[in-house]
T-cell receptor
Framework: DAGITQSPRHKVTETGTPVTLRCHQT?????MYWYRQDPGHGLRLIHY???????DKGEVSDGYSVSRSKTEDFLLTLESATSSQTSVYFC?????????????FGEGSWLTVV | AQTVTQSQPEMSVQEAETVTLSCTYD???????LFWYKQPPSRQMILVIR??????QNATENRFSVNFQKAAKSFSLKISDSQLGDAAMYFC????????????FGQGTRLTINP
C-alpha cells in the first residue's frame, strides 16, 4: 500500500461544468502523476509533478490543468468538462528509492460527463 | 519517444496451464525499467513484476516470470499454473531511469482463464 487516496471515486457531471479530482498521498513522495484510461488505449499520461509547484504536461493534457501546492496533494482540474473526458482517472506516485523505483497507483476515479 | 506494443488484445488459457503474454518496446535509451501490471475487474492497477534493464537475469515472482531480450526489445510475461484469479487485463509498461520517470503503457492484453 503506497498510501494513495483519490477523491471522489465516482462522479457524474454535466458538460461545461468544472471538475476537480484530488490525489492525496501520505508518504512524501516527490513524483506524482495523473493518467486516464480508455478502451483500446491503455493508460495515458495527462500531467505529472516533480515537486511542489513543479508540474509538466503529458501526452493528453489538452483540457486539463493541475496544481500541487503541497507535497501530499496533486489536483487535476477539468475547466469545462466535455463528453470526451468521460474516463477512469488514475493517480500514481513514484517514490524512487522508497518504493524500489516502482510506480504505484491509486484506486481510480470514475468520471462521467453527460 | 518511447512506445510499447502488446500485439495480443486477448488471450485465453486453461486453468493450470502456462500462458505467455507478449510485449515489445522501442527506445534509444540503455537504462530503463520494464513492468507488468495486472488490472482485475475492480480496475485496480497491481504490480506483477519488474525488470531493470541493466540486469541480465530474468525477474521471477512466484508463478510469474519474464523473458527479457534487451537486444530484441522484447519483454514477455509467462504465467505458470494459471489460476482463475489470474483473469484480468495485463499491461506492459516502460519507464526511463532518467528524468520524470513516466510510465508508458501498452494497450493491454485481456487474459481469460478457462476452468
Amino acid at each position: 500500500d503506497a498510501g494513495i487516496t483519490q477523491s471522489p471515486r465516482h462522479k457524474v457531471t454535466e458538460t461545461g461544468t468544472p471538475v476537480t479530482l484530488r490525489c492525496h498521498q501520505t508518504e512524501n513522495h516527490r513524483y506524482m502523476y495523473w493518467y486516464r484510461q480508455d478502451p483500446g488505449h491503455g493508460l495515458r499520461l495527462i500531467h505529472y509533478s516533480y515537486g511542489v509547484k513543479d508540474t509538466d504536461k503529458g501526452e493528453v493534457s489538452d483540457g486539463y490543468s493541475v496544481s500541487r501546492s503541497k507535497t501530499e496533494d496533486f489536483l487535476l482540474t477539468l475547466e469545462s468538462a466535455t463528453s470526451s473526458q468521460t474516463s477512469v482517472y488514475f493517480c500514481a506516485i513514484n517514490g524512487q528509492r522508497t518504493t524500489g523505483n516502482t510506480i504505484y497507483f491509486g484506486e481510480g476515479s470514475w468520471l462521467t460527463v453527460v | 519517444a518511447q512506445t510499447v506494443t502488446q500485439s495480443q488484445p486477448e488471450m485465453s488459457v486453461q486453468e493450470a496451464e502456462t500462458v505467455t503474454l507478449s510485449c515489445t518496446y522501442d527506445t534509444s535509451e540503455s537504462d530503463y525499467y520494464l513492468f507488468w501490471y495486472k488490472q482485475p475487474p475492480s480496475r485496480q492497477m497491481i504490480l506483477v513484476i519488474r525488470q531493470e534493464a541493466y540486469k541480465q537475469q530474468n525477474a521471477t515472482e512466484n508463478r510469474f516470470s519474464v523473458n527479457f531480450q534487451k537486444a530484441a526489445k522484447s519483454f514477455s510475461l509467462k504465467i505458470s499454473d494459471s489460476q482463475l484469479g489470474d483473469a484480468a487485463m495485463y499491461f506492459c509498461a516502460y519507464r526511463s531511469a532518467r528524468g520524470a520517470q513516466k510510465l508508458v503503457f501498452g494497450q493491454g492484453t485481456r487474459l481469460t482463464i478457462n476452468p
